[in-house]
Protein backbone atom coordinates (compact mmCIF):
# COMPACT_ATOMS: atom_id res chain seq x y z
CA UNK A 1 0.00 0.00 0.00
CA UNK A 2 1.15 3.87 -0.29
CA UNK A 3 0.01 7.04 1.21
CA UNK A 4 0.37 9.29 -0.03
CA UNK A 5 0.50 13.31 2.66
CA UNK A 6 2.50 16.89 2.94
CA UNK A 7 0.17 18.82 0.12
CA UNK A 8 -1.28 22.05 1.59
CA UNK A 9 -2.12 25.52 0.53
CA UNK A 10 1.00 27.85 -0.32
CA UNK A 11 1.31 30.65 -2.02
CA UNK A 12 2.94 31.02 -5.71
CA UNK A 13 6.84 30.73 -5.07
CA UNK A 14 6.38 28.64 -2.07
CA UNK A 15 7.47 25.08 -1.67
CA UNK A 16 6.13 21.81 -0.27
CA UNK A 17 7.54 18.45 0.60
CA UNK A 18 5.31 15.65 -0.70
CA UNK A 19 5.86 12.33 1.23
CA UNK A 20 4.65 8.92 0.10
CA UNK A 21 4.67 5.67 2.77
CA UNK A 22 4.95 2.36 1.40
CA UNK A 23 4.00 -0.68 3.27
CA UNK A 24 3.14 -4.65 2.55
CA UNK A 25 5.57 -5.44 -0.27
CA UNK A 26 8.83 -4.91 -1.52
CA UNK A 27 8.82 -1.34 -2.56
CA UNK A 28 12.24 -0.53 -2.22
CA UNK A 29 12.80 -2.78 -5.47
CA UNK A 30 9.89 -0.62 -7.24
CA UNK A 31 10.29 2.39 -9.76
CA UNK A 32 8.26 5.03 -7.91
CA UNK A 33 6.87 7.81 -8.92
CA UNK A 34 4.32 11.12 -8.75
CA UNK A 35 1.36 11.98 -11.25
CA UNK A 36 -0.46 14.77 -10.75
CA UNK A 37 -4.36 15.12 -11.76
CA UNK A 38 -5.93 18.68 -12.02
CA UNK A 39 -9.78 19.41 -12.02
CA UNK A 40 -10.92 18.54 -15.30
CA UNK A 41 -7.94 16.97 -16.98
CA UNK A 42 -6.32 13.91 -17.28
CA UNK A 43 -3.91 12.82 -14.41
CA UNK A 44 0.03 13.53 -16.02
CA UNK A 45 3.41 12.14 -15.04
CA UNK A 46 5.38 14.55 -12.86
CA UNK A 47 8.98 12.30 -11.96
CA UNK A 48 9.96 9.18 -11.72
CA UNK A 49 12.78 7.24 -9.73
CA UNK A 50 14.21 3.96 -9.97
CA UNK A 51 14.51 1.94 -7.35
CA UNK A 52 17.98 2.65 -7.04
CA UNK A 53 17.86 6.48 -6.29
CA UNK A 54 19.95 7.05 -9.11
CA UNK A 55 18.26 7.48 -11.75
CA UNK A 56 14.94 10.06 -11.93
CA UNK A 57 13.04 11.99 -14.86
CA UNK A 58 10.61 14.63 -15.10
CA UNK A 59 8.46 16.20 -16.68
CA UNK A 60 9.36 19.59 -18.24
CA UNK A 61 7.11 21.46 -16.64
CA UNK A 62 8.85 20.83 -13.32
CA UNK A 63 12.72 20.51 -13.96
CA UNK A 64 14.61 22.88 -11.81
CA UNK A 65 11.86 23.45 -9.31
CA UNK A 66 10.72 19.83 -8.20
CA UNK A 67 13.29 16.98 -6.70
CA UNK A 68 12.55 12.97 -6.26
CA UNK A 69 14.14 11.25 -3.80
CA UNK A 70 13.54 7.85 -1.90
CA UNK A 71 14.69 6.50 1.20
CA UNK A 72 14.45 2.70 1.01
CA UNK A 73 15.42 1.83 4.59
CA UNK A 74 12.03 3.97 5.61
CA UNK A 75 9.97 3.06 2.66
CA UNK A 76 9.70 6.44 1.90
CA UNK A 77 9.39 8.11 -1.29
CA UNK A 78 9.54 12.37 -1.32
CA UNK A 79 8.67 15.48 -3.62
CA UNK A 80 10.03 18.44 -2.65
CA UNK A 81 7.90 21.34 -4.95
CA UNK A 82 9.70 24.84 -4.99
CA UNK A 83 8.80 27.77 -6.49
CA UNK A 84 5.56 26.73 -6.72
CA UNK A 85 3.11 27.75 -9.35
CA UNK A 86 -0.44 28.24 -9.83
CA UNK A 87 -0.35 25.78 -12.34
CA UNK A 88 0.96 23.16 -10.33
CA UNK A 89 -2.83 23.20 -8.04
CA UNK A 90 -3.65 19.52 -8.09
CA UNK A 91 -3.99 16.24 -6.76
CA UNK A 92 -0.44 14.40 -6.18
CA UNK A 93 -0.54 10.77 -6.17
CA UNK A 94 2.52 8.40 -5.99
CA UNK A 95 2.43 5.47 -7.91
CA UNK A 96 4.71 2.12 -8.14
CA UNK A 97 5.49 -0.70 -9.83
CA UNK A 98 8.34 -3.33 -10.77
CA UNK A 99 8.45 -1.74 -14.23
CA UNK A 100 9.57 1.77 -14.93
CA UNK A 101 7.23 3.63 -16.97
CA UNK A 102 5.54 7.57 -17.81
CA UNK A 103 2.08 6.89 -18.18
CA UNK A 104 0.11 5.94 -15.50
CA UNK A 105 -1.67 2.69 -16.87
CA UNK A 106 1.74 1.29 -15.91
CA UNK A 107 1.47 1.91 -12.58
CA UNK A 108 -0.12 -0.76 -10.51
CA UNK A 109 0.28 0.51 -7.24
CA UNK A 110 -1.44 4.04 -6.38
CA UNK A 111 -1.79 6.18 -2.99
CA UNK A 112 -4.68 7.86 -2.72
CA UNK A 113 -3.60 11.09 -3.41
CA UNK A 114 -3.23 14.32 -1.61
CA UNK A 115 -4.44 18.30 -2.65
CA UNK A 116 -1.69 20.81 -3.65
CA UNK A 117 -2.96 24.10 -4.12
CA UNK A 118 -1.34 26.91 -4.83
CA UNK A 119 -2.70 31.05 -4.67
CA UNK A 120 -1.28 33.43 -6.91
Known amino acids: QLQASGGGLVQAGGSLRLSCTASGRTFSSYTMSWFRQASGKEREFVAT????????YYTDSVKGRFIISRDNAKSMVYLQMNSLQPEDTAVYYCAGDPRSGFRSSEYNYWGQGTQVTVSS
Open 49 to 56: IAWSGDIT
